[in-house]
């Protein structure tokens, strides 16, 4: 049995209170995120990289989250922040993510914001990649209603 003189106390005791670390952080956003608290899991991102530095392998995961988060509580944010991912990691911020992100977007029917970051992500490319171009095709679909975004869709010709 432990008792306060053993040598092992004092390390289980800091341990224990050294809170969770960087990654538990990242899975608990994702978390969040998953079960639609996107601000909770923007706070959990957001702490995550307080703690990470840019060549940490959960630094990059956890920019990404954010990016998602924001996708669904700040998409105003969404592309400084995904533009700027995309320049620092350009081998890892691709079409499949931009994709992912601006389906979140749709998702919480912030039509013009997804609107807007996908027709910035198909001009930065200097080609119309067949799955942003879906993303255009999806948000008139589920916007069929919404005269405001077939409107803006169809200024983009779209």
Known sequence: MATRSHPLYGLLLALASCGPTAQERID??????????????????????????????????????????????????????????????????????????????????????????VDQAIRRSGEKPPALVAQMARIKKEAANDKTVIDALAGLGY
Not at 75 to 91: I, T
Request: hydrophobic share 40%.
């Open 28 to 117: 608990d956003a994702h978390t969040d995120l998953n079960s639609g608290r996107a601000r909770e899991a923007l706070d959990g991102f957001t702490r995550a990289l307080a703690d990470l530095p840019p060549s940490d392998a959960g630094y990059f995961e956890a920019r990404l989250g954010r990016i998602e988060a924001l996708a669904e509580c700040e998409p105003a944010q969404v592309p400084d922040a995904w533009f700027e991912l995309a320049a620092e990691f350009p081998e890892r911020a691709g079409e499949q993510q931009c994709v992912y992100i601006s389906g979140r977007m749709i998702s919480a029917r912030e039509f013009h914001r997804a609107i807007e970051f």
